[in-house]
């Protein structure tokens, strides 16, 4: 009986320090809000990019896509630098990932994680680098991200360097197997090369309810400048857009996260549309601990239109400590696309 009252107490004096300080989470998250909702114009007005889907977010780590896509609330291992930089807070030690996606048998994503405990407590940096394509068209990303908690408040921000190079393939007459000869010759006199540099500026925001529940937010590429610069490869007919600048689009992901003792994780995320032309997602998904080691995972992606794009995600994972201080984590998920299906794996180290 005298714990069940102690513990009520702290539950109370919990509750109570949370009174205090909701007007500065509900203010803090308002104003991440409202920073990111001022940019909606701008996005707007932007000319479309004669290198369409560009940076496109398919899903990093093979944890959160198995989780339905959904990590924006939890974000709490090497993935957190890309999904939510508050996250880093929750990173206990060193943690090194790496994953590789052939996206739809099309492109070939390369994704590192690195979490790196930082001076002092509740301080921790993490630097994620992504590349992907090959001569007709490459992208690097790298995010250096940093993340602080104060009280029961989590914050980070993240900084990226983008780098894309396009038209570095090269056609000639000897591709007649494929192409009809005119087909070549109209080829060759249309194809554009250049290349792109940027930066990019991603907010992010946990609050930690308690020690089971967290609500998540992030700005991501709040800021994200892009000088594109193009030139055609072998016609004096048609032209480029030459040197132009144009910011990749602003997202905001809102996202929840629940523990159930010790086994069981519940997440879901909420991504609005803030263009015209692009979907509202909602996503959810779970993960299950069994016999210590075997994690089963599952979730979905669904898009709030008339379109056939959602998505089932599957995973399994292992998690083995060889010693006190070091683990060895491998990772696998299916997802179920309506466009093609596809399969990640992922290795990481923590120590």
Excluded: C
Aim: glycine share 10%.
């Amino acid at each position: 009986m005298n714990s069940i009252e102690k513990q009520n107490s702290s539950i109370f004096k919990g509750s109570k320090t949370m009174d205090s300080n909701a007007i500065m989470v509900i203010i803090l998250g308002i104003y991440i809000s409202l920073l990111s909702i001022g940019n909606i114009p701008n996005v707007f007005a932007q000319e479309v990019s004669t290198i369409p889907g560009s940076f496109v977010d398919v899903g990093f780590g093979t944890r959160p896509v198995a989780m339905g896509y959904a990590f924006v609330g939890l974000a709490d291992d090497e993935n957190a630098t890309y999904w939510n930089p508050a996250g880093l807070t929750k990173v206990d030690g060193f943690q090194v990932g790496l994953s590789q996606l052939d996206h739809w048998g099309l492109v070939t994503y390369n994704y590192a994680a690195i979490t790196i405990p930082s001076f002092g407590q509740n301080q921790a940096l993490g630097v994620a680098v992504i590349s992907s394509g090959d001569d007709m068209m490459s992208e690097l990303s790298v995010h250096a991200g940093y993340g602080f908690r104060l009280r029961f408040v989590s914050i980070g921000a993240s900084v990226k360097y983008r780098r894309a190079s396009f038209g570095k393939n090269s056609l000639s007459e000897s591709m007649s197997e494929v192409f009809d000869p005119e087909e070549i010759t109209i080829g060759m006199g249309q194809q554009v090369t250049g290349n792109a540099n940027g930066l990019g500026l991603d907010l992010g925001l946990l609050v930690h309810i308690n020690e089971s529940v967290q609500i998540g937010m992030i700005a991501r590429d709040y800021k994200a400048p892009m000088q594109w610069s193009s030139a055609a490869l072998e016609s004096t007919t048609y032209s480029t857009k030459g040197d132009y600048s144009e910011d990749l689009p602003m997202e905001l992901l809102f996202g929840l996260s629940g523990k159930i003792g010790n086994e069981l994780t519940v997440v879901a995320d909420y991504v609005p549309a803030l263009e015209y032309d692009r979907t509202t997602w909602v996503r959810a998904g779970f993960e299950k601990r069994l016999a210590k080691i075997f994690m089963i995972r599952g979730g979905t992606e669904q898009g709030i239109n008339n379109i056939e794009d959602d998505k089932i995600t599957l995973g399994t994972g292992l998690d083995i400590s060889i010693q006190q201080a070091l683990r060895i984590k491998a990772d696998f998920t299916y997802v179920k696309d309506p466009i093609k299906d596809s399969q990640r794996f992922s290795f990481s180290i923590h120590f």
